[in-house]
């Protein structure tokens, strides 16, 4: 079946250090990556996604590259901030059009000043 | 774009007695809504799939009878909880998929933090 595994957490970093959150996923065919971002107290929010292989998503200066030979999809940010403390998720769906998930524990994410 | 909203946000009930939260896309039409139940530090576990105007499927081991979902029209689907017991205080979030070419994306709403005393 289809997996998601992540980095365990909490990742804690200091404010504009480099960030990497693992992500790889076993899968059949060709599934949709998604990151998606959870603050406190909130439900989740979609950060970014890449439908196909090389493909690479980005948003909010957050970035992921789809890697289908090593069936990974980490995410990356170059310099944190204190407001991007949070747990984000690693998901898929198994192709596309198709809309249930599978997502990652998450790992939590904690920037100090 | 592709605003999901629940209501309530929070909510505190008594043991024995049932507990509605409403799930509603904004400016879209979900096709399908997913719920989900989330455990403290814990991911997301898919609880229930319902697509507009047909019966939920449920999956393994969430019980139907308990854990009521309607999707009445494309831009509403609720849950209800009935006669709610302690084991049943968790964070419920709706998620809201589309048709078409973003089909493969899911929108969720704020979630719902249910405590039964």
């Known amino acids: 079946g289809n997996s998601v595994t992540q980095m365990e957490g909490p990742v804690t970093l200091s404010e504009e250090a480099f960030l990497t959150i693992n992500c790889t996923y076993t899968a059949t065919g060709y599934p949709s990556l998604f990151w998606y971002v959870q603050y406190p107290g909130e439900g989740l929010q979609l950060l970014l996604k890449?439908?196909?292989?090389?493909d690479k998503g980005s948003n909010k200066g957050f970035e992921a590259t789809y890697r289908k030979e090593t069936t990974s999809f980490h995410l990356e940010k170059g310099s944190v901030q204190v407001s991007d403390s949070a747990v984000y998720f690693c998901?898929?769906?198994?192709?596309?059009?198709?809309?249930?998930?599978?997502f990652g524990k998450g790992t939590m994410l904690l920037v100090s000043p | 774009g592709a605003v999901v909203s629940q209501h309530p946000s929070r909510v505190i009930c008594k043991s024995g007695t049932s507990v509605k939260i409403e799930c509603r896309s904004l400016?879209?039409?979900?096709?399908?809504m997913f719920w989900y139940r989330q455990f403290p530090k814990q991911s997301l576990m898919l609880m229930a799939t319902?697509?507009?105007?047909?019966?939920?499927?449920?999956e393994q081991g969430v019980e139907k009878d308990k854990f009521l979902i309607n999707h009445a029209s494309l831009t509403l689907s609720t849950l209800t909880v009935t006669s709610a017991h302690p084991e049943d205080s968790s964070f419920y979030i709706c998620?809201?998929?589309?048709?078409?070419?973003?089909?493969?994306?899911?929108?969720f709403g704020p979630g719902t933090r249910l405590t039964v005393l």
């Open positions: 890449a439908t196909k292989a090389d």
């Open positions: 998901a898929l769906s198994p192709f596309s059009g198709y809309s249930t998930l599978t």
């Open positions: 319902s697509n507009e105007g047909s019966k939920a499927t449920y």
């Open positions: 998620g809201g998929g589309l048709a078409g070419v973003k089909a493969d994306t899911q929108y």
């Open positions: 400016d879209f039409q979900a096709t399908t």
